[in-house]
Structures are given as C-alpha cells and as structure tokens.
Nanobody, 118 residues
Framework: QVQLVESGGGLVQAGGSLRLACAAS????????MGWFRQAPGKDRNFIAS????????YYAGSVKGRFTISRDISKNTVYLQMNNLNPGDAAIYYC???????????WGQGTQVTVSS
C-alpha cells in the first residue's frame, strides 16, 4: 500500500516561496506518476503538477506554470513542489498523490496547509 506524507506547508507573505515535500513509501515507484493537487475552501480539488517517477518528465497546470516546479529525489523516495512568487490565490490545502501506469491518482496524502498573506 502506497503511503504519502506531506510536509513544508505554512504561512508566507505574497511574493514569497515555499517548498513542499512528499515522502512516499510502501511500493516501488518505477512505474508511477506522482502529483500535487490543491483545494481551497469551498472549491474543488485541482491538479497542480505531476512527474513521471522514472523519466522525470513533468506536466503543469497553466495557473502555476513558470512559478511552481515539481521534482523528485529517487534516493529519498521524495517528491517536492517548489512554489515561488506566491499570491493569496495559491492559499489552499496541498495534497500529494500517486498513480500507477495509466490509472488516475488513487493514493493520497493527508494534505498540508499553505496560507499566503497579502
């Protein structure tokens, strides 16, 4: 069973940066994609970015492209989300997720809160 544990959330001023981490365990991830999603109060959970664990290929939602960077450290089984130039619209609970092959994301972390003050 895949286990995902996020960390790194917190309070940051507008224009600031945060790096989220997601520690993954319970499986060999060579055929997985790892992703980040976020959910603001009263809104749907939305896709942010994903990375192919093996190739390192990445994909981003348009709203964060150029500001956020997803990466992974295979030796640590950890996925990162570097978030720069944050604005109040980025405030949400951020979730790490995993999917295997062509399946949709079906393993989720507990989430980490990101708050951006204006």
């Amino acid at each position: 069973q895949v286990q995902l544990v996020e960390s790194g959330g917190g309070l940051v001023q507008a224009g600031g940066s945060l790096r989220l981490a997601c520690a993954a365990s319970g499986h060999t991830f060579s055929d997985y994609h790892m992703g980040w999603f976020r959910q603001a109060p009263g809104k749907d959970r939305n896709f942010i970015a994903s990375i192919n664990w093996s190739s390192g290929g990445t994909y981003y939602a348009g709203s964060v492209k150029g500001r956020f960077t997803i990466s992974r450290d295979i030796s640590k089984n950890t996925v990162y989300l570097q978030m720069n130039n944050l604005n109040p619209g980025d405030a949400a609970i951020y979730y790490c997720a995993a999917r295997r092959g062509d399946n949709w994301f079906d393993s989720w972390g507990q989430g980490t809160q990101v708050t951006v003050s204006s």
